[in-house]
């Protein structure tokens, strides 16, 4: 393994960025003199810098130009790059950074996205008037039929706090101009798009930009996005030396994090339990610059009714601007703000109408042939057995769990829904070397998933050859052909499509090398573990005793291209279809309430996926306890807390993640097709947007008291189980 | 200007330092000094490392108190069989605090130097009435009670030029004492609440000697008055006893909000957990 954190380049620079201390604010100089006489330091840039330096966009953003390389003219949130100090050691730029003198005239802030919508509230961006930053609605059936169907109505408003991601990697970036062009080693989980972005900030050709990636530590979704590298890329250029720029924690904190999301969700049921009617309303908080902001706002229009067959839905999803941190796709993306509301809301009514929460799922699961909310006909869905898996991992309905002396136990339980990434496009190139291996030539990344061994497998069994005789490239967009990215767990399914189809492409150009080689019509060539036969004839050719005749490289080429998706619809009616497939997962808690203290303990979870042909029933089993863990931090504990407009908690001792001890039994279920040609489905994040919603079930089991907003800190319980109000997001900082 | 990094052989020598250069700071095992340096919360010219300085790492029985070297890990003190023996409250804090990784590096000196008002220790040695020792270049050692050595958030009565060299524990026979640590939040965050409680209990098994005290929930450990601790000598420390105590804690105690909990979260949780402490003083 090796990362971009641990990489040094002769010659290179450091640079350490000034962030603005206000949530909103208007710069009226940046004086960076007593800074620049700091020894060592060779450059203090400003926007200003950018802005008189005419060969750049200073703006940048795949879908809204709207983020400055560097903040000119404002700032609109606390954390935001002012300027930028680059020097020949990091002690010096250090010193510097802090001398920095920057002046504010301090503008009215906002933190919370719904009153962002409001007509008083401060406006971020001239060019985006109501703070408006995606607006998407879909409609089905007949709204006014539904509710007259409906014997009870349930309403509710579900809270889901800002996070962050928490790889244990903070973003690193080197950059260097060789001449006209930009060689860029970043941590990212799409080096073909921070190519295309770089290329268009600063004005280059396709292919003018480098971009090469290591292993991540860790990712989540917080590499998906072109974030530091322009930057790096503008103080190399300023400087003409490459420029290094490593974010601490902190500063990681203040890059980018999850949105926080207000869902109100009304639902109308039969007595019996089927769901007739579901209005839906979803208010993201996209933070202060775009970034994917506008189009997953529609992903989560998509994902919001629930995997629940309902004839009428009506749904509004929109993402607004505020005086906070950027937001990007956080694993299990923009779905685990709506499965707990939908979820939360399954066990509500369930509880109105005196059902078991198993069987109400049960009665409403979509099946294959029933018709979704966007209009699609659906098929190879598998909530039946996900659910069945589900409740038999904690026993549900038996073994009741006793309730001791001051201690409640109860269990939960949770479906999700997800699209994925579509449209998109994953290319790979298979080269047979001189020795008979395979190099896989991708752009997808490892990011601790097993990338790497997924791929090798894939194109070991294509080829029917051992994993062993696979090389994987490291992504370099200068060699490794295009991919969308490594997220949205489309990896292996669209990444395992474009290397079965060059392994395909491989076996057909050695067919024809064969045979002609052998003089033997290429029908009566097989192929069996690396090499060819001919049908009814002696002994086998390896691969590499063609490569050895042909003496050139021998290449096979594939990819993979979806179509559809939400680019093309109409974004207040959205109809057709919008994924290439959908994502299904489950989770199951068990918890104990201590009723004195609030405190939550979960002492068993289960993480359940929908993996159509398993690549590796091991990694699988890997993701789903991973979406557990992951899933137990924001059940429980994960927040970013802002004070004034300002996060007060970016650091590991006031924003907690579970630590090993807090990990509880973890069971897991890999649902697999019946057809060995199925396609794969990813599982990096189906368990995980149940988890939440399954333990606030448990708690709800527990204890007869329901919440509705993240996390299930202990002080929240309590507050619940002693009948008072909901708290406000907690003090955040120890007393000065 | 760059950080400098001396590490003296003796203790006259750093406390010499520290006098000549007031723009200096003590690191012992750094986990507290190295997470401030990168939150940028202090700006120290010279770090003055004690690693080199022999002989205080060392635990001891000198007359009738058990001396704790100030470089002493945490975690060699809640493993250790005269720590566990003769301040067993002391024992479990030690072993509460962080993961094992901190604890390996943290030292009992650093802990009480840094008087981190969210920290396990601090309670504990308050409550076993234990005593710092503080050394410099020329004076003779100064020994500060525990309950006048915290003097506010992240500040203790220590002067300028003083370091401390130990921590130390009267040794009462028959003593028990107990730590009780609430996380509100992961296992390995600090505590919201942390209750220390030590007692003597006669031949009958009535209270001789009670101690309480509440850490974590104000500038400084918070010692429940005498005058409630003191109530209840020659009583059987039974349930309602110990009932009363926690009430009259929770009552008594002003505590502060923040991440870990509200003040209104903290009293309710005070008087569950010294009902705890108590109640484990008895097994």
């Known amino acids: 393994m090796s990362y971009v954190s641990n990489h040094r380049v002769p010659g290179q620079l450091e640079a350490k960025v000034v962030r603005s201390p206000y949530p909103h604010a208007r710069i009226v100089a940046v004086d960076a003199e007593r800074a620049g006489r700091v020894p060592g330091v060779v450059a203090v840039l400003a926007g200003a810098d950018v802005l008189s330096d005419g060969r750049q966009s200073p703006v940048f953003g795949r879908l809204r130009s709207d983020q400055p390389i560097l903040a000119y003219d404002r700032v609109r949130y606390a954390g935001e790059p002012v300027a930028l100090v680059v020097g020949t ?56 039929a539904g509710w007259r169907e409906a014997d009870i109505v349930v309403e509710g408003t579900y809270y889901s706090p800002p996070a962050s991601h928490v790889p244990m990697e903070p973003h690193c970036c080197v950059s260097a101009w060789e001449g006209e062009r930009l060689h860029v080693i970043t941590t990212t989980q799409a080096p073909h798009r921070v190519r295309q972005d770089l290329e268009t900030i600063f004005r280059l050709a396709e292919g003018q930009v480098r971009v090469e990636t290591f292993d991540l530590g860790g990712a989540f979704g917080a590499k998906g996005q072109t974030l530091i590298e322009p930057m790096a890329a503008f103080a190399s250029r300023v400087t003409s030396r490459p420029v290094r720029i490593e974010l601490d924690r902190e500063e990681v904190f203040l890059t980018i994090g999850k949105h926080a999301a207000t869902v109100r969700l009304s639902t109308g049921a039969r007595r019996d339990g089927t769901l007739v009617a579901r209005r839906i309303e979803v208010v993201y908080n996209a933070g202060a610059y775009a970034l994917s902001s506008p189009h997953a706002s529609g992903q989560g229009l998509v994902r919001s009714p629930g995997p629940y067959r309902i004839a009428n839905v009506e749904a509004r999803s929109v993402a607004r601007y505020t005086n906070t941190v950027p937001t990007g796709p956080f694993r299990g993306a923009m779905t685990s703000q709506l499965a707990f509301a939908y979820e939360s809301q399954m066990d509500e009514i369930a509880a109105a109408l005196s059902m078991d929460p198993v069987a109400i799922r049960r009665r409403n699961l979509l099946c294959d042939g029933d018709v979704y909310a966007t209009g699609e006909r659906l098929h190879d869905l598998h909530y039946e057995q996900l659910l069945n898996g589900a409740a038999s991992a904690i026993e549900w309905g038996e073994n009741e769990p006793a309730s001791s002396r001051g201690r409640s136990r109860g269990k939960g339980i949770a479906l999700i829904i997800k699209t994925t990434l579509t449209p998109s496009r994953s290319e790979a190139r298979l080269e047979l070397q001189p020795d008979g291996r395979v190099t896989i030539w991708c752009s997808g990344v490892e990011l601790g998933q097993g990338a790497r061994e ?122 057709g279809t919008t994924t290439v497939h959908w994502h299904q997962g489950a989770a199951a808690a068990e918890v104990e309430v201590d009723r004195e203290t609030g405190r939550v303990t979960v002492l068993r979870c289960h993480g359940g996926a929908y993996a159509g042909r398993a690549i590796s029933p091991h990694r699988v089993r890997q993701q789903n306890q991973g979406s557990v863990i992951f899933g137990l931090g924001q059940a429980l504990m994960e927040e970013v807390v802002y004070r004034d407009g300002v996060p007060a908690n970016p650091n590991l001792a006031e924003y907690m993640i579970p630590s090993i001890l807090d990990v509880p039994m973890v069971s897991s279920q890999s649902v697999e097709s019946d057809d060995p040609e199925a396609e794969p489905h990813g599982v990096g994040e189906m368990a995980l947007p149940a988890v939440a919603p399954a333990i606030g079930n448990a708690i709800f089991a527990a204890t007869g008291v329901r919440l509705r907003r993240l996390p299930f800190t202990a002080e929240r319980v309590l507050r619940a189980l002693r009948g008072m109000d909901d708290l406000e997001p907690p003090v955040a900082a120890p007393p000065p | 200007m760059p950080l400098r990094f001396v590490e003296p052989a003796t203790v006259a020598e750093a406390s010499a330092i520290l006098r000549a250069e007031p723009d200096s700071k003590v690191i012992s095992g750094g986990t507290a000094v190295v997470l401030m340096l990168r939150q940028r919360l202090i700006d120290p010219s010279i770090l003055v490392s004690l690693s080199q300085i022999p002989g205080l790492a060392r635990m001891s029985l000198v007359d009738k108190w058990l001396r704790i070297g100030a470089l002493t890990s945490l975690q060699d003190i809640a493993e250790g069989a005269e720590s566990r023996m003769y301040a067993s409250g002391l024992a479990d804090a030690c072993g509460h605090v962080g993961n094992v990784r901190v604890r390996n590096r943290a030292t009992i000196g650093g802990n009480v130097a840094e008087a981190d008002y969210a920290s396990d220790p601090p309670a504990v040695l308050v409550s076993l009435g234990a005593r710092v020792c503080a050394e410099t270049a020329d004076a003779p050692p100064r020994h500060i009670p525990a309950a006048d050595f915290f003097a506010d958030y992240y500040t203790t009565t220590l002067a300028t030029d003083e370091i401390v060299t130990s921590v130390e524990i009267p040794i009462v026979t028959g003593r028990r004492s107990v730590y009780q640590k609430f996380r509100s939040r992961s296992s ?26 509440v850490g974590a929930v104000a500038a400084t450990p918070q010692r429940l008055s005498p005058s409630v601790t003191q109530s209840v000598i020659g009583s059987r420390l039974g349930g309602d006893v110990i009932a009363t105590i926690a009430a009259e804690a929770s009552r008594a105690i002003k505590p502060i909000g923040d991440a870990r909990g509200s003040s209104w979260y903290r009293s309710q949780i005070i008087e569950v957990m010294v009902r705890s402490a108590l109640s484990g003083l008895t097994q």
């Open chain 1, 454 to 575: 997924t791929f090798a497998r894939m194109a070991a069994a294509a080829l029917d050859m051992e994993d062993g005789s696979m090389l994987v490239a490291r992504p370099d967009t200068d060699v490794t052909p295009f991919d969308s990215s490594t997220s949205s767990s489309r990896t292996t399914a669209s990444m395992g499509a474009a290397i079965a189809a060059a392994a395909a492409d491989l076996r057909l150009k050695l067919t024809q090398m064969a045979a002609v080689e052998l003089r033997v019509p290429e029908a009566s060539i097989v192929h069996a573990r690396g090499a060819v036969l001919v049908e009814g004839q002696g002994l086998p050719v390896t691969y590499a005793q063609i490569r050895e005749g042909v003496g050139a490289p021998v290449v096979g080429e594939g990819h993979y291209q979806s179509e559809g998706g939400l680019s093309t619809m109409n974004p207040l009616d959205v109809h």
């Open chain 2, 188 to 213: 390995e965050d600090r505590p919201c609440v942390g209750v220390a409680a030590s007692a003597c209990f006669n031949a009958s098994g009535l209270v001789s000697a009670l101690e309480v005290v």
């Open chain 1, 89 to 144: 050691s990091l002690a010096a730029v250090e010193a510097a950074r802090s001398l920095v003198d920057v002046q504010y005239e301090v503008l009215p802030h906002v933190v919370d996205a719904v009153e962002a919508g409001t007509a008083s509230a401060p406006q971020l961006h001239r060019e985006w008037p109501g703070n408006g930053c995606g607006e998407w609605a879909m409609r089905i059936g007949d709204m006014g």
